[in-house]
């Protein structure tokens, strides 16, 4: 069902306004596809009433492109006069289309000598995803956020990163817990019973059954953004927070993951790929941004899979 404020994503890639806190180096964020869902057999290690017996859940399967990090962006004080200052790897900078590249990777060690003046860094990234089964063939770049003590060691530890890939491994591991931010399904043009849930109508009301009884009150005597109206329903910005990641998997192991006949309206996974707890936003193929968990306060736990369904899921409702 809609619930305000309703507004329809502008952008497929989602933005996020919020990042979590580490001391150690380390990348923060990643992005992801979505392949489809499966079904998982583990060790029940949660304190319910099966605890230590085996349960069958449902897990969505998201794939990992090939990410690279072309460079770095420092953000400084003066927000609004220069709000940021962005150095890049002039070889991958082409790559992806950015023709004025004047502030080089070489041109860094000037602007580290006085870091004084920024007040946070960010590592400028781009996906590849030309050897994904569906044929996607963008190249659509992106800012991930990285921990660390203070900016002098973010800094250094992006800067290792330049022109390097960043793998699943460096970003998460079994057992912990990510937020997935991700845009949900379009349903298109809706009524107001299925976009809100409004109950249908006695006929000699109104002779009209599914619609709203009323607009609301003579007074104020307007029509408030309140009131259940048809419309647009769903390709909203949508996030889930504390998924459980059931496996991190290399594209090594992607054989062994795939359905008979490949993910519905998606193909066979050729990358990295993760298994996550639970349900996503979205259809298969569509992008979603990963983030460490900012709410956790569960342990992690290294879950015991048992069986892993490569069933084919055609027909499957």
Partial sequence: MEYWPHRRAKKVMPRIRSWPSAAEPSFLGLVAFKAGMTHVGMMDDSESSTKGSEIIRPATVLEIPRVYIYGLRLYSKKQYEAPAKDFYSKELAAKVGIKKTENTAEKLAEAKKDLSKYTDVGALAFLDATNL???NKRWMRFELEVGGKDLNEKVAFIEQWLGKEVKIKDFINDGDYIDVKAVSKGKGWAGVIKRYGV??????????IRHTGTMGAWHPPKVLYTIPQAGHMGFNYRTELNKRVLKVGASSEAGTINVKGGYLRYG???NDFILLDGSIPGVAKRLVRLRKAIRNKSAIKKPQLTYISVESKQGAS
């Fill in 199 to 208: 109950a249908r109508l006695m006929r000699k009301a109104t002779q009209k």
């Fill in 133 to 135: 089964d569906f044929g």
């Fill in 268 to 270: 066979n996974l050729k």
